[in-house]
C-alpha cells in the first residue's frame, strides 16, 4: 500500500510537472499581455475603433469582434467587465435591449477563449493531443469566426422577443448616473490602434507564420526558416508579445516602474492560479 500510494503520488506530481513546465510561460505571459492591454487603455482603444469603424448603431457587431479579438489574449471574465460598462452606456443612449449587447459580448469572447490559443483552453488541448500551435491557432480562428457569426445571428434573433429583453439596473460598482462619463472618455488619452493591436496580432502572425512556412513551402531559404523557428516558437512569440505589451504600458504610464511592476505582479498572481487550475 505504501509503495502504491507512493507510485500515485510520484504519477501526480510529475503529470503536474510536465503541464506546468508546458504551460506556465505561456499563460504567464498571456495574462501580462492581457493586463497591460486593460491598463493602457490598449483594449478600450480596440473596442471604440471597432464601434467608430461599424457606427455605434452596429455597437453588437463591433462587440461580437472586439469579444473575439480580446478574447484571445485576456481572460474571458475580464474582457467581460472591461465591455459591459460600454455595453451599458449605449442601450441607454438608443434605448436598446441590454440584453442584446450582453449576448453579442459573450458570443464573441467565448469563442476566442475557447477555440484561439494563448488562452489556457485551447492552449492545453494543443499540447495534450499533441496538435501543432499555429496549425491550432488557424483553425480556431476559422472556427471561432463562423461561431461568433452564429452567435451574433441568434442575438439579434432573441433580441425581438420582448421576452428576453433585460432592463438597465443600477449597480453598486457602477451606478447608472455615471455611464455617460464612460461613453465620454477622451480618446487622446488612449494610445493608437496599431500599438494597441501588436500585442495581439504579434503572437498569432508569429506562430502562424512558422507553421505556414514548414507546412507550404517545401524547401524555404535557411535564414528566413531559421529566424521564424526561432521568433515562431510559442514561448519566444509570447514573451515577445508580453515585452511589447510592457513597453505599451511604459509609454502610457510615463515610464512609472512602480505601474509596471504592479501590473506585472497583479497579471502573475491571476496567472498563477490560472497554471494551478490547467496542470
Given at each position: 500500500?505504501?509503495?502504491a ?8 506530481t ?53 469579444g ?30 441590454y440584453?442584446?449587447?450582453?449576448m ?10 475557447s ?34 457569426a ?25 451606478p ?12 487622446k ?41 526561432l ?20 509609454m ?15 497579471a ?12
Amino acid at each position: 500500500k505504501h509503495t502504491a500510494a507512493q507510485s500515485v503520488i510520484s504519477r501526480v506530481t510529475g503529470a503536474f510537472g510536465k503541464a506546468c513546465g508546458s504551460l506556465g510561460i505561456l499563460i504567464a505571459m498571456a495574462a501580462i499581455i492581457g493586463k497591460c492591454l486593460l491598463e493602457s487603455g490598449g483594449a478600450e482603444r480596440i473596442i471604440r475603433s471597432a464601434l467608430g469603424l461599424l457606427g455605434e448603431k452596429r455597437a453588437p457587431l463591433a462587440f461580437t469582434g472586439s469579444g473575439f479579438l480580446l478574447g484571445t489574449p485576456v481572460f474571458f471574465d475580464t474582457v467581460f467587465y472591461l465591455m459591459i460598462p460600454l455595453g451599458k452606456a449605449l442601450a441607454m443612449r438608443f434605448r436598446e435591449n441590454y440584453g442584446l449587447y450582453i449576448m453579442t459580448i459573450v458570443a464573441g469572447a467565448t469563442m476566442a477563449h475557447s477555440l484561439v490559443p494563448p488562452t489556457p483552453g485551447p492552449l492545453f488541448v494543443a499540447v495534450q493531443l499533441d496538435v501543432d500551435l499555429g496549425l491550432m491557432i488557424l483553425m480556431g480562428l476559422v472556427v471561432g469566426s463562423v461561431a461568433c457569426a452564429t452567435g451574433y445571428v441568434y442575438a439579434k434573433f432573441v433580441n425581438g422577443h420582448d421576452k428576453w429583453r433585460v432592463p438597465l439596473r443600477d449597480s453598486a460598482d457602477l451606478p447608472l448616473a455615471k455611464l455617460e462619463e464612460i461613453a465620454q472618455r477622451d480618446n487622446k488619452s488612449l494610445p493608437p490602434l496599431g500599438l494597441s493591436l501588436l500585442p495581439v496580432l504579434l503572437p498569432i502572425v508569429l506562430i502562424a507564420g512558422n507553421t505556414i512556412l514548414q507546412k507550404l513551402i517545401a524547401d524555404p531559404p535557411a535564414g528566413l526558416a531559421s529566424f521564424l523557428s526561432l521568433v515562431g516558437d510559442k514561448n519566444i512569440a509570447l514573451i515577445i508579445s508580453a515585452a511589447v505589451a510592457l513597453g505599451l504600458l511604459a509609454m502610457q504610464k510615463r515610464g512609472d516602474k512602480q505601474a509596471l511592476f504592479d501590473s506585472v505582479q497583479s497579471a502573475l498572481a491571476s496567472g498563477g492560479v490560472v497554471i494551478l487550475i490547467t496542470a
